[in-house]
């Protein structure tokens, strides 16, 4: 640990080994390796020119449901019908959200939900046939729209797996997509395999 401390603070190349040793970095190590790691970031800022910069993005999530065809058993987002009041948030609940951020300073919306959720529960079916919606998607799109012209604030949407139909039906009220892809590997296959992560981001060219 001392060695691969060293050697990062020398500004040689973290080789694998080094890393998987800092991984395990506690008490007055990782506060060494936290305090290498801020003067590299100001370093860096320092020669882009914006000292003390630091940027993010400003946005405020819409939980628009917690519901998901899916059982991925390490999900803690996703719940089941009887513990939520509603299948769905309202569109009024979810423009008081983003009214919100935006009074916060934020300038987009995240929709986070489930991927089609009515596809397992009839609750969920339920709650979309009353309120006048064909499916989840077709939800996303009538709030994402109420979002854009009560707030202004810009959605970005993750409802999950879309066809090229459905992507194309979202691009005019989203200046972007995305979607959490676990993995496209064999490998690893069953109940009991860890997930891969993997975040993609599709940019429309609609705005």
């Not at 009220?173 to 109940?191: I, Q």
Request: net charge positive.
């Amino acid at each position: 640990m001392r060695a691969a401390l060293r050697r990062a603070r020398a500004g040689a190349e973290v080789a694998h080994a080094d890393a998987a040793a800092l991984l395990a970095a506690q008490g007055e190590e990782l506060d060494g390796l936290l305090a290498l790691a801020a003067d590299r970031r100001d370093a860096h800022l320092d020669a882009e020119g914006r000292a003390g910069l630091v940027t993010y993005s400003p946005k405020v999530f819409v939980p628009l449901t917690r519901l998901c065809r899916d059982r991925c058993h390490y999900c803690t987002f996703v719940t089941v019908p009887g513990r939520l009041p509603a299948a769905y948030l309202s569109v009024d609940e979810v423009l008081a959200i983003a009214r919100e951020g935006a009074a916060q300073g934020c300038t987009e919306v995240l929709f986070t939900l489930g991927d089609r959720p009515e596809a397992r529960w009839s609750a969920a079916r339920a709650w979309l046939t009353a309120h006048g919606h064909a499916s989840t998607i077709d939800y996303v799109r009538a709030g994402a729209r109420a979002v854009l012209d009560e707030t202004g604030l810009l959605p970005h949407l993750n409802p999950g797996v879309m066809t090229p139909d459905e992507l194309t039906a979202l691009r005019p009220v989203s200046p972007s997509m995305g979607m959490m892809l676990e993995t496209t590997a064999t490998r690893g296959c069953g109940r009991r395999a860890a997930p891969t992560w993997s975040r993609t981001r599709k940019r429309s060219s609609s705005r």
